[in-house]
Each structure stands twice: as structure tokens, then as C-alpha cells.
């Protein structure tokens, strides 16, 4: 998790330096780095990191239930849909 929001955390902040600094001189700059590769990376990082935080919630959640897999059903579930929809999320973001 410290790998992800560090690589968020650079690449949110190169973004954020494009968008308000670079951008006012030529707004040309910033609409075509919309869909580039830092803000693939920017968006991915922040979904990966989403992914290990709720998988560390769900472990802790099975731990202090007493290894009980029925508390946990729904938690997976829900678990498992944002993995399945994460990808989707920031191909859509990027077009």
C-alpha cells in the first residue's frame, strides 16, 4: 500500500503541476495528456491501492469474527465486484 499511494501520490502531483501551471500557457498541453500514460498510471494506482486496503479490511473483518466464513460473504462479494469493475472504471475515466 505504500508503493501505490507513493506512485499515486507522484503522479497525482506531476498531474495536478500540468493541469493548473503548464496548462494556462497552452491549454493544449493538458487535453492531450487526459488520456496518457501518467494519468493511467495515476488512476491505477489509486485503484490498486482501493483493492489491497478492502482486501486488508476483509482479512481483519474474518480475523475478529473468529475465522467465520459467513460474516464474510457479502464483504467478498462486494470485494470481488470492485476488482471485476476497477479496470472498467479507468478505461472509461481515460476516454
Same mark, same amino acid.
Given at each position: ?14 498531474? =495536478?503541476?500540468? &493541469?493548473? #501551471?503548464? =496548462?494556462?500557457? !497552452? @491549454? /493544449?498541453?493538458? $487535453? =492531450?495528456?487526459? =488520456? /496518457?500514460?501518467?494519468? +493511467?498510471?495515476?488512476?491505477? $494506482? ?6 489491497? $486496503? ?6 481483519? %473483518? ?5 475465522? !467465520?466464513?459467513?460474516?464474510? +460473504?457479502? @464483504? ?7 476488482? #471485476?469493475? /476497477? @479496470? /472498467? %472504471? #479507468? %478505461?472509461? %475515466?481515460? &476516454?
Amino acid at each position: 500500500m505504500f508503493m501505490t499511494t507513493t506512485t499515486y501520490f507522484i503522479s497525482a502531483t506531476i498531474w =495536478s503541476e500540468q &493541469e493548473f #501551471v503548464e =496548462s494556462t500557457v !497552452n @491549454p /493544449g498541453i493538458f $487535453a =492531450s495528456l487526459t =488520456s /496518457g500514460r501518467l494519468a +493511467i498510471l495515476k488512476d491505477t $494506482a489509486i485503484c490498486v491501492n482501493m483493492w489491497l $486496503a478492502d482486501s486488508l479490511i476483509v482479512y481483519r %473483518l474474518f480475523i475478529i469474527w473468529d475465522r !467465520n466464513f459467513y460474516i464474510i +460473504i457479502f @464483504p467478498v462479494m462486494t470485494y470481488i465486484g470492485s476488482i #471485476v469493475h /476497477g @479496470p /472498467g %472504471l #479507468v %478505461l472509461v %475515466l481515460e &476516454e
